[in-house]
């Protein structure tokens, strides 16, 4: 059980989304009291649908579960191993998606929320921060995600003196599930592929032949889309969450190399025809009534959604839960503005957690504010609570926002996902027991279960 150090002052956490919530329950743990900051309900955001604590916007999955060859896997892994509460609870709600972790949004969201507002060292106060903390706050971590308020924004640009970058962030349809013909529709897992909580059969999948793809591509080029406002116009995409309309126009085989991409999978209505193109849906709640379409982010009007989306084989008569969205993502320069303890180099009460400093997805948002918690809590002791081991993947995420990979004056600070191209290279000689050099794709594979056996080795001393 928590023991609470009475004479510590409390931590403030501003914003209950992932990143927020995993700091707060870092803090706690480790016996300091915290005061955790939220505007939802009062305060809506273009995105949230709910003033839940960490709600999940766009998709939701956590992607990869594999830990010895895939980056995000081992950020799980490693996150499970630090007693990670995000990680805790996607993995009671996790549904069914071939080798990746997806969860019931809602399900998880109020798993996370009885979680913190029943532990005894947290408590919640709900209304906007409009602006810098009060000087009184003397240990704060800043996790208000990339819609972070106007007010709030606008004072730390003018606290850094910094400009704000800013990407688009697109939000995929969600589709009842008994809206799907599935005398055209199947379900299986690319490859067969089980994963934690599925069974080799997890997606939905709606093949097309060759001129209903080319048909559909022309229809995305051609569709009514979003217009942005001018002062968003120059605001780069993030690559790995683009709009499929932005795909298609790349040219007419981009999104079957891509979202849509027919490997791994048989039509059992007709097994001897190889499709051109699928579109897969993947589970969104435990019930299975709801399929999110996944890499199917959108930036095109409502009404051209539902025409378009609905000539897809299979989704004719579709139903839809939500259709999707697009949002503006706005993040700190992290590089310029943080120290090794995450905090603002001008204010070194503030440290800042999750999308907000520079990274993408759920659980490396999570991973932040696993890592910054720590940090305050030991600041709150009067310690120090160390860097991961660069060498993991948690001290990856921390070693590309504060620049530790960039070189050279032209160098510009991006979003990123985890991957292994942020560990640092290990030395090994790729044979096999008897000798044998391993090559290509077996290479790749080796080398990534090495660097995540010696992330996995490293991670427990930071534990």
């Known amino acids: 059980m928590t023991q609470s150090n009475t004479s510590s002052k409390p931590v403030h956490v501003i914003g209950a989304g992932l990143a927020g919530s995993e700091a707060s329950w870092q803090i706690a743990q480790m016996g300091v009291p915290v005061v955790l900051h939220e505007m939802r309900p009062e305060v809506k955001t273009d995105a949230h649908q709910t003033g839940g604590f960490a709600e999940l916007v766009c998709s939701n999955s956590f992607r990869s579960d594999d830990a010895s060859g895939n980056a995000v896997g081992l950020l799980h892994e490693e996150m499970r191993r630090a007693g990670s509460l995000i990680m805790r609870e996607g993995d009671t709600h996790k549904l069914p998606a071939g080798g990746a972790l997806a969860v019931d949004r809602d399900l998880f969201s109020g798993g996370v929320e009885k979680a913190l507002k ?249 991973a932040l504010g696993l890592i910054t918690g720590r940090m305050a809590a030991a600041q709150a002791l009067g310690n120090q609570y160390d860097v991961p081991p660069v060498t993991t993947a948690l001290g990856a995420l921390v070693e590309h926002v504060t620049g530790g990979f960039m070189s050279g004056p032209k160098a510009k600070f991006q979003p990123m996902n985890v991957n292994f191209g942020l560990f640092p290279p290990i030395e090994l000689e790729c044979k096999t027991e008897d000798g044998k050099r391993i090559r290509g794709k077996d290479k790749t594979r080796f080398r990534k279960a090495a660097l995540s056996k010696r992330a996995l080795s490293d991670i427990m001393d930071w534990v």
């Open 118 to 366: 029943d532990h005894p060292l947290i408590s919640v106060e709900y209304g906007e921060v409009a602006g810098l903390p009060p000087a009184e706050w003397d240990n704060v971590i800043i996790a208000t995600g990339p819609l972070t308020s106007p007010a709030l924004a606008s004072a730390i640009l003018e606290l850094t003196g910094e400009d704000s970058l800013a990407f688009f962030d697109a939000i995929a349809p969600i589709i009842y599930k008994d809206s799907i013909d599935f005398n055209i529709a199947w379900m299986q897992s690319r490859y067969d592929k089980k994963g934690p909580g599925g069974d080799g059969a997890d997606y939905i999948n709606c093949p097309f032949n060759k001129e209903q793809y080319e048909t559909f591509v022309q229809a995305l080029v051609d569709s009514d889309q979003t217009e942005f406002k001018e002062w968003e116009k120059d605001t780069p995409y993030f690559e790995s969450c683009l709009p499929i309309e932005v795909i298609a126009s790349r040219g007419p085989e981009t999104l079957r190399w891509g979202p849509m991409k027919p490997v791994g999978l048989t039509n059992p209505h007709d097994p001897t025809v190889k499709s051109h193109a699928i579109a897969q849906l993947r589970q969104d709640n435990a019930l299975g009534t709801l399929y999110n379409m996944v890499g199917f982010q959108t930036k095109m009007k409502y009404g051209a959604q539902a025409e378009i989306l609905k000539t897809i084989p299979g989704l004719e008569n579709a139903v839809f839960a939500r259709l999707g969205g697009i949002h503006r993502n706005t993040f700190i320069n992290s590089p310029k503005l943080l120290n090794k303890q995450l905090q603002l180099n001008a204010r070194s009460s503030l440290r800042f957690a999750g999308q907000i400093m520079g990274v993408e997805g759920y659980v490396e948002s999570a």
